[in-house]
Structure formats: C-alpha cells, structure tokens
C-alpha cells in the first residue's frame, strides 16, 4: 500500500498523474447528462399530462403506479436484468446482432453501447419518481391562477410556461440538485452491469466507457497492491468540490426572485 500525505495526494493524483480522475469526471457528467435531461423533460411533459384540467384521461393511478414502478426495484436486479438481455446470448442482443448492429461479441464490451444502455437504465429508474414530485408540485398551485388565465383567454401551452414552470421553480431546485448529487455518485449501476471494463477512444486517449468517479474511489479503498487511502480520499474531496459547484449552479438558475 503507497500513499502520499496532505497536498502531495493532489500534486501527484489530481493536477499530474495519468488523468485518471479527470476522464472518470468526465464519464460520469456525461452519464448523468444523458439521463437525467430526457428524464427532466419528459416528467415536466407527463405531469402536465396528468394534471391538466382540460385531458380527463382513464386510470390515471395505473399508469403513474407502472411509470413509478422501476424506482421500487433494487439497482441490483435491474442490473442483472439488463445484463440478461445484453449478454452474448440475451434476447436483445440477438435482436442487434440481426439488425447488423453488433458482433458475434455482444455489446457489453462495446464501450459507447454500454455508455448508452447505463444511461437509459438511469433514466427509466427514476422519471417516475421525478414525475411524482413534480405532480406534487404542480398540484400544490393554486387553481385560481389557472382560472385566471383561462378567463383572460391564455393557452394551455402559454399557462404550463407564465404559471406552472414559474411556480414550480422550488420543486425544480429540489429535483435537479438532488439527482446532480445523486448522479455524480452513481456507482451501482454500472458496477454491477460490466464494472466499468468496455473503452472508447476519446481524443486519441483510451478511456474506460462506464467507469465513474465512485467506482475510480472505491477501486483505491479495496485492499490489494493499488490500495492507495490518500488517493482515494484526494478524488474524493474532487468529486465534493464538483456536486458543491453543479449544485450551486442549478440553485443560481432555479432560484426565485425577489
């Protein structure tokens, strides 16, 4: 085990070293990025579905429930579910493989498949529980607004931008600060799915594909000849000052003026 002391941790790891921090940062922004826009966009659109006083639509509380449902289940069963599907012999990969889309190989080796695939199980996990908080939200508005602007002939399209997504700027925070900090943490997922192994070529560096910043921790903390503390606790203080800025930055966007 070898481990510097204080400032040398970030002097030999962070601002020299092989970059190996800084390709995992920039792994698991992308990842995050990838599935928390569409899952953002799409639960605005659904919980405006479900609330608007003019769409009068049947089982309702079915489809929340089934749409809610993937977030009730544990990452290591959606993991593995999802692996059964990809392997050399699951189902979709014989779909891709007759599509010409994949080798005889699969896909869980190919690095921008499996960037890909981690991202949508990430967002199928949790648009669901982002729509729930946002019908909430919406929920908690006062309908005389909507009255209002119905009697002053306003749109369903001009009320969901001049009153829902004004007064849901609150809830918006909550939803974006807590999936960044629960986004740059990401470690399960794409641990128990390949381990991080397949690697794309990016700027003519070979970068590990599904490899995030927590899994690079970790991989430092496990007892073995790499076992390194200082190192660990060093990406570790970088991956803090990151969520510290990304969060701020949506509490900036986010926040309600006075």
Aim: aromatic share 14%; net charge neutral.
């Amino acid at each position: 085990m070898t481990t510097e002391f204080g400032f040398g941790n970030y002097a030999n790891y962070v601002f020299a070293g092989n970059g190996e921090i800084w390709q995992a940062i920039f792994i698991t922004i992308g990842l995050w990025l990838l599935n928390f826009i569409p899952q953002i966009l799409l639960s605005l659109l659904l919980a405006a579905w479900f609330t608007d006083i003019h769409c009068k639509l049947k089982g309702q509380g079915a489809y929340k429930v089934i749409m809610y449902m993937p977030n009730i289940i544990t990452a290591a069963t959606i993991a593995v579910l999802f692996y059964s599907l990809f392997d050399v012999h699951g189902s979709m990969t014989a779909v891709l493989r007759a599509l010409g889309l994949c080798g005889e190989n699969g896909i869980l080796l190919h690095g921008w498949w499996s960037f890909g695939i981690i991202a949508f199980i990430q967002f199928w996990m949790w648009y669901g529980n982002t729509m729930i908080v946002l019908i909430a939200g919406i929920m908690g508005i006062n309908p005389a607004l909507y009255e209002a602007g119905m009697v002053d002939g306003a749109t369903a399209r001009q009320m969901f931008f001049k009153i829902t997504v004004p007064l849901l700027k609150p809830i918006l925070q909550f939803t974006m600060v807590t999936s960044a900090i629960g986004g740059l943490q990401m470690y399960d997922i794409p641990q128990l799915f390949n381990e991080g192994s397949p690697v794309i070529n990016i700027a003519g560096a070979n970068v590990l594909s599904t490899r995030t910043v927590v899994m690079l921790i970790k991989s430092y903390i496990n007892a073995g000849a790499g076992q390194n503390y200082g190192r660990a606790a060093a990406y570790s203080v970088v991956l803090f000052i990151i969520t510290l800025v990304v969060s701020m930055i949506f509490y900036k966007l986010t926040a309600e003026k006075n």
